[in-house]
């Protein structure tokens, strides 16, 4: 492996992607970004209305989430940003010219997630989204980068397993 290590978290809004992304940022000492806060206003106040995006809208998303990968590959700092890259599509863009890039789809069984989206507070993606996340999502297929972790778990659980599964031993 190489010395720079971008991992991309990913998974329906309330899988876990943002405690395990940090988790990782924090157990490897690297740079951690919130892929969320990449959104346009317009995504944002959206998905507040309860209107799940179209591919369209998530464009510029991706493709700002895309430039900051590359900020720090060409920086020499590995990093985790978490971002739902739902689609197959989604994932080739965020690697196209970045082959440092691996992704870490976090999973969970539906009713969690569900549970997990009726409890939270102060975000703008309402529960009443996920089954059109559900719907969108691509499962991670062989032939991409990456591993996929159940988020269900404790989280001291849930990041032993992701940092695992991608290989990675924090320094000491």
Known sequence: ???????????VSGSGKTTVA???ASSMHWLFAEGDAFHPEANVQKMHSGI??????RSPWLRLVGEWISEQ???GRSAVITCSALRRAY???????R???RFCHVSAPQDLIQDRLDLRAGHYMPASLLPSQIA??????PDEPGVVVSGDGSQAVVLASALSALGLTPPD
């Open 1 to 11: 492996m190489s010395d720079v290590d971008l991992v991309v978290v990913m998974g």
């Open 22 to 24: 940090r988790g990782i």
């Open 52 to 57: 799940p995006l179209t591919d369209e809208d």
């Open 73 to 75: 590959e060409s920086a």
């Open 91 to 97: 994932r080739d863009l965020l690697r196209e010219g």
């Open 99 to 101: 082959p440092h890039v």
């Open 136 to 141: 969108t999502l691509e499962p991670l297929q």
